[in-house]
């Protein structure tokens, strides 16, 4: 209850900024189930899956917030790239060109989905006001340490956060339907499932234009 209590108020802190339609943290795995070839293919197939015209646009019209966190074991969460506003073409690019050269920051650790689920939530007192306020995670595998993930979701989507989540099924098969049951929250909430790295930019591209077009209540 206290956690969730400051995720409330971390949204609610009065900081400076334009309104926007939605506020998108994207929230990526570097636990050490990823090789350097997956986590490879992971940021330059979002890096790509931004810069698809189709999701540049939107995410351009509905002048979208977005940050990059990468999350692994407990305590082992970071903001990779900090909140910036879409407001052009430009920016939009300059953002997916720092997410194809961000260096992955651990790669031994275990997988706290419930932390990085807290720790993302805790960083949208950062964003000037919004619509919407959506956690878009991605991870290969299931939550092995660190706070309860359904505790933790649930606390994050009384908030007011919706919860997204992308299921790289590598080597859980079924792992889309863990994020259902475990991950995801909010209304509109979605998992969308890669059937592996290969296919993160498809299913990441896929999961933006559900996150941006259509609304998450």
Known sequence: MIRAACVAMALAAPVAGEACDVALALTVDVSASISPTEFFLQMNGLADALADPEVADHLVAAEAARSLVQW??????????????????????????????????????????????????????????????????SGDGLSNEGRDVQAARDAVVASGITVNGLAIETSIRFLSRYYESHVIGGPGAVVERAADYADYGRAIRQKLLAEIIQPAF
């Open 72 to 137: 692994t074991g407990t305590s082992r969460q970071k903001i990779s790239l900090s909140w910036r506003q879409v407001r052009s073409a430009g920016d939009l690019a300059a953002f997916a060109a720092a997410v194809r050269a961000t260096p992955r920051t651990w790669s031994v650790f275990s997988t706290a989905i419930g932390e990085a689920l807290l720790f993302t939530a805790g960083t949208f007192g950062e964003v000037g006001f919004c619509d919407r306020f959506v956690i878009d995670v």
